[in-house]
């Protein structure tokens, strides 16, 4: 358990960071996946370029409508965050089910949404959100939303040298429900399949679902036609059985020793309607 | 000499004093083995096999050596003059596979040792691991054992291409009988998969070779210095009183440290060629691959019955699943399942044969039970799926069974005798906690309502306090020195080697009551083989049952010594000694045993026949094993829609005999439940077919995790043991053993409506899922 | 671990049978493969850098093609170790003709061992079908103008 040799440098500023990483640094948020991978030596990175100290990259604040989360704002930090709690109280709830207590102190949503993992908490509620992430490089800056972010299994829009420096989260329709509900690996602490729902009524009806799953396929996604089946109706137990035997559609389940594809597909369906469920009844 | 009146201290027997050793522990300044620094030491990496089975064809290190700071590789070549890795079993016909501290032409499982870097720290040692290059020609692998022994299936050591290592059949009373007379037999077969014992410190050794003194120190963490002492030496051909082996502290074992492994030859023999310390520290992906595994049982189990539910005859066949080589008691521990198999019931008649099976995987040994959790779960779900078969309550059946307070002590038709017990006393309390038919009839409700709920029993016995020492390989005695030392302080020095049971708090209770002195001036000392007398060591629940006994023997020796020399100075015969005073019935002078050590020590002058000094070692060799027993039941809700079980009520009664400290034995019996959850819910060593071990890290083998654990609503019955003067049984391992069946019958029970009779652990919320959901069909 | 799947490929039964061992082809699609070497008739060795994610892991690979059957079916074995241990794959490829396009249908086995083994179970299923998906959008992809029927490369003649 113990690394390769690597040069190791921990920049206070952005952009001498940037200059680190057009270099081929490897950039290093938390570090709860990267460290563990590099002590496996299945990763050797020659260079590692701590994010840890740059203050610039940690912050919450609220501007016209959407929260903004600097990259290197901690799991912990995100759960505890009055703000964060009242304009977006899914990522919150959300961030309190990533692994344990030490790893919520160090973990970062930056580092969690650029590693993809396809069972990390975050991506279900950051896709159920409609968040965009910021990029920077040394060559400039850009906006991706995360539809166009989560490409494949550890796989994103991040070009080489690129990093994620902000979060952008809209603000929570005050009316909205919403909810996170995760079937928990037991060994890990991943998801197995973890579903995050957001409803929004209106007239007795729901006028908006948003679906996020993550574990079930190789990147979390937003589970459309559930949202569809749901949007319009009165947010029912009918209603919402229906929506929720829809989140696996089109997906091509995962497999592994904890969770055989069949009976991920089927959590996936009995979690989406738990979190729809709670979702509808905390709408107001 | 003051003159003062006898105020009778309470006694600390039996007090909840918190643990003396934990302050260094949660403080960190404990030291362990890694923690130890010596000027000038090594490091030592281990290249392994990534195969299960290989021919070496060839391994290159030049490139390694060459690394700057890489001190010496050595292969197998460089150390087939060291004796074999020792396996102390002995069983007729047993085939024992020389297991070379470092494979030569073969590889037989995963996590195999080929070859050592030393380097100048251990940053440079793994690096130069991956410059060594080795050849390798895959073989086909076996890794589960009842494919092991199929036709056709590959030789894990070829020249015994049937993989069976020995076989092993034992009788007791007339089992033909016994089952012509049946009404009815179930049968069933019932797995204990492999567990991997994951203690929180990983195993790690110093090796310091001290070339003029011609002297070797080895530090590791073990549970059995002494033994280690004697067999290291063997293997490396020196003289037992020129090595030295010292424990430092113990970050836990459960057995996994019951042993004597490749690696403390290893690195005793880098010390004596390097002549410089050196230091090997497991990974935890190691501890997974190569310290020993646990369980790993496949049992074939038929219950012979009247219909009225008396129980008539157990037969077993037991495949146990070895490993690739015998670590030290390997074989033997199926063997303790079978002693154990009756249970705590009082059929006379019972067939065992035991199939002895290499695999091509990590060796099998004690872990937490060894023996004793498989047994205790085969009958106690035996016992539940007769109860269902003949539609009789699962505590009726039970307590029809058992054997009665006026039986001990009782022969066993395994051959062993049953020291004491009340097994009906354990069972009733479980089910007054739980008020037994309330929760019959919330159980109907709930079934009415739709809902899985279960009720589950397990009355458990088990083997404590090992034991006799022919029942042993090594001996099962064990050795106590006490010192009163010449200020009056009190050192002990245990054979025993405490690694988490808190025997530095319990010893000093019982040596503060015995010697009435202050719990504060007792010094409890274990694990230096040059500073202790020989010990066997800390495992099979024996530290305070066996250990306790020889300590509460030497202190009876030195109380009559104290008594000879208070009668001196008191000058009368007249002596009473309590409350750490001797005291002259006439007169009322006393004098303190501080005063009394000072003088012994001084020898100005000796009572009549005594020697000068206060100390005296006993080694103490028990009549019998110990027999705890208790009842665990355990309700459980199984959630329909998604397979989890969830732990209603978590309630054991452990008749463990006396108890010397009630808090530890709380965290024994919060412990070993844990471990017991942890099988029946979580935990499998899963081998793919390959032979590659892929639930090699933490990320998929699931421990219980605290956040998990249930309320455990722990009490006791209390039946003191006649085999020593302590009365204590034993309490290391009876959660576990307690624990899993209790659990797996709550789940069968919950399930009773799907018609489910047997579920193997571990329950895994799929496993349970597939049931509910397809009628009966995992 | 059992693999299996199907991909369309827009190539003509034969092309596509010849495309698939081709050798040039086989490198370009492979993830993290270079170039093959020649070592035997129907044997190549490769160096390959295997990158998912963080993590990255260099093999010596060797890719034998076997039991070929033109042009519906042949198999396809490939093997690889690095320190991070080993890895095999043993494909049945079965090419079943459309008009226009074909059907690659490919059922096999992989095994891996080592550090992957102990710690990769949660990911070998995803990351296996991901690397296969790879193979064959690469494979899509570089075939995409050679779709005409041509001269069966060089190494495929002999």
């Known amino acids: 358990m113990i690394a390769h040799i690597f040069e190791y440098s921990a920049p206070t500023d952005l952009k001498e960071a940037l200059g680190q990483l057009a270099s081929g640094g490897k950039p290093l948020a938390g570090g709860m996946s990267l460290i563990p991978i590099m002590k496996l030596r299945l990763a050797a990175p020659e260079h590692v370029v701590d994010l840890g100290r740059i203050v610039a990259l940690n912050y919450i604040r609220e501007e016209a409508g959407t929260l903004h989360a600097g990259a290197m704002t901690t799991h912990y930090q995100i759960e505890s965050s009055p703000l964060v709690r009242s304009r977006c109280p899914l990522l919150a709830e959300a961030a309190s089910h990533i692994g344990d207590v030490q790893v919520r102190n160090m973990g970062t949503i930056g580092g969690s949404a650029a590693h993809a993992d396809p069972a990390a908490d975050y991506p279900a509620s950051l896709m159920a959100l409609e968040v965009q992430f910021r990029l920077a490089s040394s060559s400039g800056e850009r906006t991706v939303s995360v539809e166009d972010f989560f490409v494949d299994t550890f796989a994103t829009a991040l070009q080489p040298g690129e990093i994620i420096t902000e979060v952008i989260i809209p603000v929570e329709d005050p009316s909205a429900g919403v909810s996170y509900q995760k079937m928990v690996q037991p060994a890990s602490g991943y998801a197995i399949v973890g579903v995050a729902a957001r409803i929004t009524k209106s007239g007795g009806k729901v006028t908006k679902a948003r679906v996020g799953v993550t574990g079930l396929g190789p990147k979390a996604f937003r589970a459309k036609a559930a949202e569809k089946l749901l949007e319009g109706t009165e947010g029912t137990a009918a209603d919402i059985a229906k929506a929720a035997a829809a989140v696996s559609e089109g997906v091509e389940s995962n497999t592994d020793l904890h969770a055989s594809a069949n009976y991920r597909t089927q959590m996936a369906r009995v979690y989406a309607g738990r979190a729809l469920s709670v979702a509808v009844s905390r709408a107001t | 000499m003051a003159t003062t009146t006898i105020t009778r201290t309470e006694p600390l027997v039996g007090k909840r004093i918190r643990r003396r050793e934990d302050p260094r522990l949660i403080t960190g300044t404990a030291t362990y083995v890694e923690d130890i620094q010596i000027p000038g030491m090594h490091h030592a990496c281990i290249l392994r096999s990534p195969h299960a089975a290989a021919r070496i064809r060839s391994i290159t290190t030049q490139p390694a050596l060459d690394m700057p700071g890489v001190v010496a590789v050595f292969t197998g070549a460089d150390t087939q003059g060291i004796g074999p890795v020792p396996c102390g079993a002995s069983l007729p016909g047993l085939r024992v596979p020389y297991h070379r501290i470092l494979a030569t032409d073969r590889v037989y499982f995963v996590g195999h040792a080929v070859a050592v870097v030393v380097a100048t720290d251990k940053y440079i040692a793994r690096d130069a691991i991956d410059l060594i290059e080795v050849d390798y020609e895959p073989l086909p692998a076996v890794a589960d054992p009842e494919k092991a022994i199929a036709p056709g299936a590959p030789p894990v050591h070829p020249e015994w291409p049937d993989n069976v290592a020995f076989t092993f059949h034992q009788e007791g009373g007339d089992i033909d009988k016994a089952f012509a007379e049946a009404d009815v037999v179930v049968k069933q077969r019932i797995t204990s998969q492999r567990l991997i014992p994951t203690a929180m410190e990983t195993r790690g050794v110093v090796a310091e070779w001290r070339p003029g003194e011609k002297s070797l120190t080895l530090r590791s963490s073990t549970q059995i210095p002494h033994l280690m002492r004697t067999l290291v030496a063997q293997m490396l051909s020196i003289p037992e009183n020129r090595l030295r082996v010292i424990t430092p502290e113990v970050g836990g074992g459960f057995g996994s440290k019951f042993n004597v492994y490749a690696e403390e030859a290893l690195m005793g023999f880098i010390a004596m060629k390097i002549h410089k310390p050196v230091k090997w520290i497991e990974s935890r992906r190691e501890n997974f691959l190569c310290t020993i595994h646990g369980r790993g049982h496949v049992d074939y189990f038929e219950l012979a019955a009247k219909r009225d539910g008396t129980m008539l005859g157990l037969k077993l066949k037991l495949i146990q699943d070895l490993g690739a080589y015998h670590q030290l008691l390997t074989p033997l521990i199926p063997t303790f399942s079978v002693l154990m198999m009756p249970g705590l019931y009082k059929f006379a008649n019972i067939q065992a044969d035991i199939t002895g099976v290499f695999t091509n995987c990590v060796p099998t040994d004690a872990y937490r039970g060894a023996g004793r959790p498989e047994a205790t779960h085969g009958i106690e779900r035996m016992v539940d799926i007769l109860a269902a078969e003949l539609k009789m309550d699962p505590a009726e059946i039970r307590f029809k069974n058992f054997v009665q307070p006026d039986e001990f002590p009782y022969a066993t038709p395994t051959g062993l005798s049953y020291d004491s017990g009340n097994y009906a006393a354990p069972l009733e309390k479980a089910l007054a906690a739980v008020d037994y038919p309330h929760l019959l009839a919330e159980q109907a409700k709930a079934r009415e309502a739709g809902k899985l709920m279960g009720i589950g029993i397990s009355s458990y016995g088990e083997i404590c306090a090992v034991g006799p020492s022919p029942a042993m390989p090594a001996g099962g005695w064990e050795s106590a020195t006490v010192k009163i030392e010449p200020t009056g302080k009190v050192t002990i020095m245990t054979g025993i080697s405490p690694h988490g049971q808190g025997e530095e708090t319990t010893f000093a209770q019982i040596a503060a009551d015995e010697l009435g002195v202050d719990i504060d001036d007792v010094l409890v000392i274990h694990g230096d083989t040059t500073v202790v007398q020989y010990g066997i060591g800390t495992f099979g629940s024996r530290g305070t049952a066996v250990g306790g006994s020889a300590l509460y023997f030497a202190l009876q020796d030195l109380k009559a010594k104290i008594k000879k020399f208070g009668a001196m100075l008191l000058d009368s015969d007249d002596i009473l000694f309590a409350n750490g005073q001797c005291i002259c019935n006439k007169t009322g002078k006393s004098v303190t045993i501080a005063e009394v050590a000072g003088a012994s020590y001084r020898a100005m002058k000796l009572p009549p026949d005594t020697e000068p000094g206060m100390v005296a070692t006993r080694f103490w060799e028990p009549p019998n094993f110990t027999f705890p027993f208790g009842a665990h039941i355990v309700v459980t809700e199984v959630d329909k829609d998604t397979g989890d079980i969830a732990i209603k009520r978590y309630v054991a009664v452990d008749d463990i005999g006396k108890i010397i400290n009630p808090l530890i034995v709380d965290g024994q019996i919060h412990g070993g439940v844990a471990q017991g959850l942890g099988q029946a819910l979580w935990e499998q060593a899963v081998y793919d077919d390959n032979g590659q071990l892929i639930t090699g890290e933490l990320m998929d083998y699931a421990l219980p995790r605290a956040s998990r654990m249930p309320w455990i609503e722990s009490s006791h019955t209390v039946t003191p043991s006649p085999v020593n003067p302590l009365g204590v049984k034993g309490v290391g391992e009876a959660g576990t053993i307690g624990c899993s069946p209790a659990v797996v019958n709550s789940v069968v029970n919950a399930l009773q409506p799907f018609g489910i009779r047997h579920i193997d652990m571990p329950l895994t919320s799929e496993k349970i899922w597939k049931l509910v959901n397809a009628g009966g069909q995992a | ?158």
């Open chain 3, 1 to 158: 671990m059992k693999i299996n799947g199907t991909y369309l490929v827009h190539l003509p039964q034969e092309r596509a049978y010849a495309l698939l061992q081709d050798p040039e082809i086989l490198a370009k699609c492979m993830p993290g493969c270079d170039r093959l070497d020649k070592v035997a008739e129907n044997e190549y060795e490769m160096k390959m850098k295997m990158a998912i994610a963080s993590m990255s892991g260099l093999f010596d690979g060797r890719v034998k093609l076997a039991d070929q059957q033109p042009p519906s079916s042949f198999r396809l074995l490939v093997e690889g170790k690095g320190k991070i241990g080993f890895l095999k794959g043993d494909g049945l490829l079965k090419i079943e003709t459309g008009d226009e396009t074909t059907n690659v249908i490919y059922e096999g086995d992989v095994q891996i061992g080592g550090t992957m083994a102990a710690v990769g179970q949660r990911l070998l299923d995803t990351t296996s079908k991901m690397m296969i998906k790879r193979f064959f959008d690469k494979f899509a992809e570089v075939t995409r103008d050679l779709k005409t029927p041509g001269p069966v490369p060089a190494q495929l003649q002999d």
